[in-house]
């Protein structure tokens, strides 16, 4: 549906296509009564969850495991001001089942920073929600 300010909403399945072309992305979670918002790396899992692998000492991980939190990843091209934008809100978890820490070691996101012991930590995708804006747009 193309919205009077220009952009246009996208369904799941579109979302979950765009999300798997980028890389990084942003937590938006509460950090002592705050918002916070952290960019990360991250990978789909085949159920549609956001994967995130980071350090066990990492605050990250006990700022949100167990808590509702807000993933967002987007694309801009500034020449053509077009784009998307991505939001998944759900439940985040730490995985701690050892065969599925296993499986995520060998299909999970690469991190970034150099981790001897990793955490992976899911975010559920019950909400998913995003929008197009620009030279982007596809006509439906």
């Known amino acids: 549906m193309l919205h009077d300010d220009g952009f246009h909403a996208l369904d799941r399945q579109e979302c979950l ?10 937590v938006v979670y509460t950090r002592q009564a705050l918002p916070a918002v952290l960019p990360i790396n991250f990978s789909l899992d085949t159920d549609a ?58 299909v999970g996101p690469d991190s970034w920073m150099p ?11 019950k909400m998913v929600t995003g929008r197009e804006l620009g030279a982007g747009l596809r006509a439906h």
């Open 49 to 106: 969850a956001v994967v995130l692998r980071t350090s066990p000492a990492s605050d990250l991980v006990r700022a949100i495991d167990g808590v509702v939190v807000a993933f967002e990843a987007d694309e801009f091209d500034a020449t053509t001001r077009s784009g998307w934008s991505v939001v998944i809100t759900g439940r985040a978890t730490v995985v701690t089942d050892p065969a599925e820490h296993e499986r995520l070691s060998k």
């Open 17 to 26: 296509r765009l999300l798997a072309k980028v890389p990084v992305g942003r």
């Open 115 to 125: 981790q001897r012991k990793a955490v992976f930590v899911r975010i559920e995708s």
